[in-house]
C-alpha cells in the first residue's frame, strides 16, 4: 500500500482521524500533526495520510522488501497499528487472498495485550 504521505489528496477538512471514513473518504487513514503515533513519543510534523488505491498496492517477496531504502523512527502504538490494518484489510482494494492473510493477524491482534502482539510479530516477521 502507499507509504505515508502530507498530501491529503482530499479536502481534509472534513476527516476525523483514523481510517473509519464512508463515501468518498473510506480509503484515507488520517493522522493528525502532532498525534502521538509511536511508543518511544513519535509524532509527524505535519497531517499525514495513508491513501489505498488499487494504484498503489504492490505484491513484494520479503527480500525486496528488506532491501527497500526506510527509517524506522518508532514503533506503531498498538491501536494505532491495529486501526491501521484494519482500514487496510476492509479496503475495496485488497483481493480476497490477502484480506484472508490479514483475519488471523486481526484476530490475534484484538485477543493480545499490546505488547504480547508486537513480540508475536516480530516472531512472525
Not at 44 to 60: K, L, P, Q, T
Request: hydrophobic letters at 30%; glycine letters at 6%.
Amino acid at each position: 500500500f502507499h507509504k505515508v504521505t502530507s498530501e491529503p489528496y482530499c479536502d481534509k477538512r472534513s476527516l476525523e482521524p483514523g481510517g473509519n471514513h464512508v463515501d468518498e473518504y473510506k480509503d484515507v487513514f488520517y493522522i493528525p500533526q502532532g498525534e502521538i503515533v509511536g511508543k518511544k513519543g513519535f509524532s509527524f510534523e505535519r497531517d499525514s495520510f495513508v491513501h489505498m488505491g488499487a494504484w498503489n498496492i504492490s505484491e513484494w517477496s520479503f527480500d525486496q522488501f528488506l532491501s527497500y531504502s526506510h527509517d524506522f523512527k518508532d514503533d506503531l502504538l498498538h491501536e494505532l497499528f491495529n486501526d491501521l490494518l484494519y482500514f487496510i484489510y476492509r479496503s475495496d482494494h485488497i483481493r480476497q487472498k490477502y484480506q484472508s492473510i490479514f483475519e488471523p493477524i486481526l484476530e490475534g491482534l484484538n485477543n493480545q495485550e499490546p505488547d504480547q502482539a508486537s513480540q508475536s510479530l516480530k516472531e512472525k516477521g
